[in-house]
């Protein structure tokens, strides 16, 4: 069975970088598009970044370019999300997600996403 594990959360400092990671099994995910999400309390989940299993291809949402990156670890069913000068308004519970299709660009943040992880916590103090 599918099965998408985050961890990596927690209660940083603004300023502070921190590496979520999301353990994927059940299958081979080649091919795949693996992406990471985001729900700040009292919003909706917005896309934060994607990545192209077999490629290594990423996409990332404009708000968050040049402060996260998203790559893989083919060996070890990896994939991570580096978040780098974290800011309060980064607060969210972050979801990693796949999808089997394609995607380019826009189109990784309105894939369906077959398989989401329960999600990992973290908090930005000011």
């Known amino acids: 069975q599918e099965q998408l594990v985050e961890s990596g959360g927690g209660l940083v400092q603004d300023g502070d970088s921190l590496r979520l990671s999301c353990a994927a099994s059940g299958r081979t995910f080649d091919n795949w598009v693996m992406g990471w999400f985001r729900q700040a309390p009292g919003k909706e989940r917005e896309f934060v970044a994607a990545?192209?299993?077999?490629?290594?291809?990423?996409y990332y949402a404009d708000s968050v370019k040049g402060r996260f990156f998203i790559f893989r670890d083919n060996a070890e069913n990896l994939v991570y999300l580096q978040i780098n000068s974290l800011k309060p308004e980064d607060t969210a519970v972050y979801f990693c997600?796949?999808?089997?299709?394609?995607?380019?660009?826009?189109?990784?943040?309105?894939?369906?996403?077959?398989?989401w992880g329960q999600g990992t916590q973290v908090t930005v103090s000011s």
């Open positions: 990545i192209r299993w077999t490629s290594g291809r990423t």
């Open positions: 997600a796949a999808d089997p299709g394609y995607c380019s660009g826009y189109g990784c943040s309105t894939l369906k996403y077959d398989y």
